[in-house]
């Protein structure tokens, strides 16, 4: 194969990360049609690909209007990423990202996701192996180490040796998991020490949050990750703030429910209802996040079995919102 190390130009200021359990096609078709330019996969296992696993391959659905596309491998063994890089080698996307920053306990037990930076001569490797091998450019997201960030700089400059095309960097270690604070400072010294693009993750709720982390990093780029959830208008709103200063009014609750409405439709397209609906629970808690008396209508919906228990509970949220006006 010949390593293609060029990035998709222009390179997108804001990206949607790789989501577990959520950035399935119907996730990242919704976000694009609300201004998202730039989107990638759930996390892929390499052991799994390279079986052909049939709820891998339903994972990696895609079509045409999925584009630019990203998609971030998981592995630690390189005969398994070998075997699915080969699989990969016809695929339709655009940049190929490698995990070592995944904190959670059945991931990094097994050496894989932040584990790897405990090894940073076995992660030089694998990165060596996939920029070998890969006809797509290939990244790397790293937290800022295992236990603490003194030496996440030179892990950085040893990703970039190993040819890599751009470095993600969440700003916590594995130690840390989600807690706050998130380390503005080493992020800013990472991107001083390498020459190639950096993209910051972490805690970018809004415009405000988008435009603090690049000030204060440098970055080129950010991730959204949880603040895309019940709110694909965040894509937007980055936008508005960062180009000219404007705070967009949190959306009204017609545009929540068509929102919530065409979501579920596209999930209903591309799962099937039965599977939709089920999934499409933990959405509608998350759209209706911060409304007045909502409590009961999500009770309801942790009951939905069929699109019209959600239209139903649609139509409820807005005469509720219209009797408490």
Known sequence: M?????LPQPLTKVLLAPLAGISSLDYRLLNRRFGCKFACLEMISARSLSYQSK???????????????GLQLLGENPKYILKAL???????FDILDFNAA???????NHGKGAALLKEPKKLSSLLKLMVKNSSKPVTLKMRLGWDSPKDAVETAQMAEDSGIS????????????????????????????????????????GGQTAKKMFEETGCDAITVARGSLG???????????????????????????????T???LMIEHQGEKNAI???????????????????????ASLARKRQDIIYLNEKLIAQAADSS
């Open 278 to 300: 089920i999934k499409f629970r933990k959405f509608f808690i998350w759209y209706t996040k911060g409304l007045r008396n909502i409590k009961p209508l999500r009770a309801e």
């Open 2 to 6: 010949i390593q293609n190390n060029s």
């Open 102 to 108: 995944c904190p959670i306990k059945k991931v990094t």
């Open 231 to 261: 709110n694909p208008w965040i894509f937007k709103e980055i936008e508005s703030f960062l180009d000219r200063g404007d705070i967009i009014a949190r959306p009204k609750i017609e545009e929540i429910s068509q929102a919530i409405k």
């Open 166 to 205: 751009a470095l993600c960097v969440h700003g916590r270690t594995r130690f840390q998991k989600y807690q706050l604070p998130l380390d503005y400072e080493s992020i800013k010294k990472i991107k001083k020490s390498i020459s190639i693009p950096l993209i910051a993750s972490g805690e970018i709720w």
């Open 263 to 265: 979501h579920m439709d």
């Open 86 to 92: 080969e699989y990969l080698d016809e695929y339709p």
């Open 55 to 69: 709820k891998t391959l339903e994972m990696m659905k895609t079509n045409q209007e999925d584009r630019p596309l």
